[in-house]
């Protein structure tokens, strides 16, 4: 039974535009979440993070929304550049002293130019 | 970033060998964990060491022995392998465990092929 989903296994934009990225989960005793971003042969990068207590992080053209009571998040890149294209991962976290991290299983960002 | 060093990044071998997987961190960091990706699937935890000390087994079969020398070094020791052990294998580190601010950083993967 999969705690984190990334029902959306591709996405394609245009240069410029907002890319939105979905992630939903099920365990309400996650803390925190995180999307990475990942090109092929390399490992996946971290990129933003939120705890549960926020609704939203921005950092730069990167915003991670919250909805505790959807149990859902999103990552919005804006504007969106044809360097973003990689696969993006949402985590998230269990509460307590572990640091154990639930993948989804991506999504496959393309930028058009 | 190369912060995380992974080696080897590809490795073939017969279910019958015995090899290991290397990680090094360069970040100073105190927690080292070793993940699975396989095909079409999400990234499983498999490992987890807080200062040398294993704090986390996911239900790892006992093919897979890990070994922490220090905080630097994470080994994963191989031998009798299934060809369903063909993946990605991750090593990732972070500072210390139970910071959600605290991410983990991946090294770039040995892809492991059993023949």
């Known amino acids: 039974d999969q705690q984190v989903k990334q029902n959306s296994p591709s996405l394609s934009v245009q240069e410029g535009r907002i890319s939105i990225l979905n992630c939903d989960y099920t365990?309400?005793?996650?803390?925190?979440f995180l999307w990475y971003k990942k090109y092929p042969a390399e490992g996946p990068t971290f990129l933003i993070s939120?705890?549960?207590?926020?609704d939203k992080n921005e950092d730069g053209r990167f915003t991670v929304f919250l909805n505790k009571s959807a149990k859902h998040l999103s990552l919005h890149i804006v504007p969106s550049q044809p360097g973003d294209s990689a696969v993006y991962f949402c985590?998230?976290?269990?509460?307590?002293?572990?640091?154990?991290?639930?993948f989804g299983t991506g999504t496959l960002l393309a930028v058009q130019p | 970033e190369t912060g995380v060093t992974q080696t080897p990044r590809h490795l073939v071998m017969g279910m019958t060998n015995k090899k290991s997987l290397k990680c090094e961190q360069h970040?100073?960091?105190?927690?080292m964990y070793w993940y699975k990706q396989s095909a079409k699937k999400p990234l499983e935890l498999m490992f987890v060491?807080?200062?040398?000390?294993?704090?986390e087994n996911n239900s790892v079969p006992s093919r897979f022995s890990p070994e922490c020398p220090n905080s630097s070094h994470l080994f994963l020791h191989l031998h009798t392998l299934q060809p369903e052990d063909s993946a990605l294998y991750l090593c990732?580190?972070?500072?210390?465990?139970?910071?959600?601010?605290?991410?983990?950083?991946f090294g770039d993967g040995t892809r492991l092929s059993i023949l």
């Open positions: 990732a580190s972070s500072q210390r465990l139970g910071g959600g601010d605290q991410p983990q950083h």
């Open positions: 365990n309400s005793m996650f803390d925190y």
């Open positions: 939120i705890s549960s207590i926020k």
């Open positions: 985590a998230a976290k269990i509460g307590g002293a572990t640091n154990k991290l639930i």
């Open positions: 970040l100073g960091h105190n927690a």
């Open positions: 060491y807080n200062f040398k000390e294993q704090t």
